[in-house]
């Protein structure tokens, strides 16, 4: 099997030679509404044209998201969605598209490091995100990512300044995830209009690509944050707030974004 | 992260710059009432059987200990150039300490309040207004003081560059906890002044209750050189510390995790969540504690107590009929140790934090 980080270039590689202006990177929450409409919009993101798929674990104090993955959290959380439950989900799908879980620093504690990131690597998934760990405590995370396969993707904000910029994009992994906004996840009217240096100022740090989220609300958006630089295109509670339609919905919603992107490259 | 290290950096800097401690000195003197009594409570000596002395933090100006924390950050973000103060309250204690302090400075104030306190504590709600700032519900969870704070963080992350975070509780990333721990000192330092020039020695104990743990580690910081002084930190027993509804972290799990950016103890499930707490009293219904609490915890220099929701309200009552002081809620778990568990003592200093006057429809309702 090859490692996490090598699934996730070739993911990022083929979006690029299949002609699309960026990859496509959908965010789901583990276990919302239920666990099993969760597995089927795992499966409708695959189908609907995820190159890649960010696993959200839920946890039950999510600083870094907006009212809506935070509430789809707590609701998954309530109906007794149990860590070990969302991250199987990962397994049915990490055939098909590498899959990247996103989850908060304490559970991952609680089980212990090693562990956990052991867990990930025998289901499958090619990277994590910690949106609670901040670089100083994040060596010690590395070595054990590294020695079981895992890529340890940062995320970066436009108020990350030019040195720690640089020292996060030395020991990215995967890719770097850039957040778009200054704040918190969830939808927002705009992108922000200082996007294409945030994106640049990323790429110049790193080697691996540099992909966007935070506030990537429509077809549009995504199509813009690609053209302003993206190489992926991550796109969290615009879909979290579909999950209760149905798989089917989600699925259309996700062909409309992936669209965006290759009609992005056309134009 | 630069957020954080712009704020150590400040601190530090304001630490060493006699013209900040010169204006915090004034206020705390002539604007809060500083140095507190410190009041030898002779009828409650009576029913414990030692002599008892209280730590009048209830007499300052917003009846609380939470103004010298709030005043001495909203003088430092006047130094740092940020007009925006937000803040996260339980009680409302905070709240209002922090509203007064904007006032009194000119500072824009958004505080975050759980639903449910808003509703337990309405009378602080009003206060704030009054003062000038917005009160934001929120909603999520338990709607209790977790949230609030979490709201305040986001917040926080959104708005950071005109912004600063007035945190309520010695937790939260560095550099709160020390800072917040510096700033209430003052409560330690002047009540072991004021013991030794009473009584001409050191008390046996002193006593706080913990929420987040502000005012207990204010009160242990003027003691936590003297190796004789046993220090003792009361939480929330709420129901029953065989219950899960309780806010004891540091007496029940012996688990650490990470909560609302520090490294601590919380009450947490064996998946890593966080678990909703339980009190009485909303200035103690969190389920993490200060860093510098269980750093004292496992050092063994101080021990923690819990008290459930009936002892406080026993107390509260008691302590109001002998020596005619409303007790906070909160300030109650600290004195129902000392009157109904703490067994014998040569002499006991006990903080009380706060003033009662903002349970009363939480405490006529529960006596029915």
């Known amino acids: 099997m090859s490692n996490g980080s090598e699934r996730i270039a070739e993911a990022f590689a083929a979006a690029r030679a299949d002609g699309r202006s960026a990859a496509l990177m959908p965010y789901m929450m583990a276990g919302y509404p239920d666990l099993a409409s969760s597995r089927a919009i795992a499966r409708a993101y695959v189908e609907g044209g995820a190159d890649l798929i960010e696993l959200g674990i839920p946890f039950s104090d999510p600083l870094a998201d907006g009212p809506v993955i935070h509430s789809a959290a707590v609701a998954a959380l309530r109906t007794g969605v149990r860590v070990d439950d969302a991250l199987a989900i990962a397994r049915e799908i990490a055939a098909d598209v590498p899959v990247v879980a996103m989850c908060y620093a304490n559970p991952i504690y609680a089980r212990g490091l090693e562990r956990f990131v052991d867990a990930l690597a025998s289901l499958g998934v090619c990277g994590l995100i910690v949106p609670d760990l901040p670089m100083e405590e994040a060596p010690a995370v590395l070595e054990i990512c590294d020695a079981h396969g895992i890529a340890l993707v940062p995320l970066v904000a436009p108020t990350t300044p030019a040195e720690r910029l640089a020292a996060i994009g030395q020991r990215a992994r995967g890719f770097m995830y850039t957040v778009g906004v200054t704040g918190t996840t969830g939808e927002r009217a705009s992108l922000d209009e200082l996007l294409p240096d945030v994106l640049a100022r990323a790429r110049a740090s790193t080697s691996v690509p540099v992909a966007v989220g935070f506030g990537i609300s429509t077809a549009t958006h995504a199509a813009e944050a690609a053209a302003a630089g993206a190489d992926g295109v991550i796109v969290g509670t615009r879909l979290v707030r579909a999950a209760s339609e149905g798989a089917d919905a989600v699925k259309s919603l996700v062909q409309e974004f992936a669209g965006a992107l290759r009609d992005g490259a056309l134009g | ?368």
């Open chain 2, 1 to 368: 992260m630069p957020a954080l290290t712009e704020l150590e950096d400040a601190w530090i800097a304001a630490s060493a710059d006699p013209e900040y401690h010169r204006r915090l000195d004034l206020l705390l003197n002539d604007y809060v009432g500083r140095p507190s009594p410190l009041y030898l409570a002779e009828r409650i000596s009576e029913v414990a059987g030692h002599p008892v002395y209280l730590k009048r933090e209830d007499l300052n100006h917003t009846g609380a200990h939470k103004i010298n924390n709030a005043l001495g950050q909203a003088l430092l973000a006047q130094r740092m150039g940020k007009r925006r103060i937000i803040a996260e309250t339980g009680a409302g204690q905070h709240g209002v300490a922090t509203a007064t302090a904007c006032a009194l400075l000119d500072l824009e104030c958004i505080v975050y309040m759980g639903t449910v306190d808003m509703q337990r504590q309405r009378p602080n709600v009003l206060r704030m207004e009054l003062l000038g700032a917005s009160v934001v519900g929120v909603e999520a969870g338990a709607a209790t003081l977790k949230e609030a704070c979490s709201a305040a963080i986001r917040d926080w992350v959104t708005n950071v560059e005109t912004t600063h975070y007035i945190i309520g509780s010695c937790v939260g990333p560095a550099p709160y906890p020390a800072l917040v721990r510096d700033l209430q000192r003052v409560i330690g330092d002047e009540a072991r002044a004021q013991i030794l020039e009473k009584t001409g020695r050191l008390p046996q104990r002193a006593i706080a209750c913990v929420g987040g743990g502000s005012n207990a580690i204010g009160l242990f910081a003027g003691f936590i050189d003297d190796a004789e002084v046993e220090l003792i930190g009361v939480e929330a027993a709420g129901e029953g510390i065989d219950t899960p509804r309780h806010g004891a972290p540091l007496t029940v799990a012996r688990s650490a995790g990470v909560l609302h950016g520090s490294y601590s103890a919380i009450m947490q499930d064996e998946d890593g969540q966080i678990l909703e707490a339980h009190s009485i009293s909303a200035g103690l219904d969190y389920p993490g504690a200060g860093p510098e609490h269980a750093w004292l915890r496992d050092s063994g220099r101080a021990r923690y107590v819990a008290v459930t929701d009936d002892d406080a309200l026993a107390a509260f009552t008691q302590v109001t009929r002998l020596e005619g002081i409303i007790p906070a809620l909160e300030s109650s778990h600290a004195l129902a140790w000392v009157i109904e568990h703490g067994g014998p003592s040569e002499l006991d200093v006990i903080c009380l934090s706060g003033r009662g006057d903002k349970d009363l429809a939480e405490v006529l309702e529960r006596l029915g």
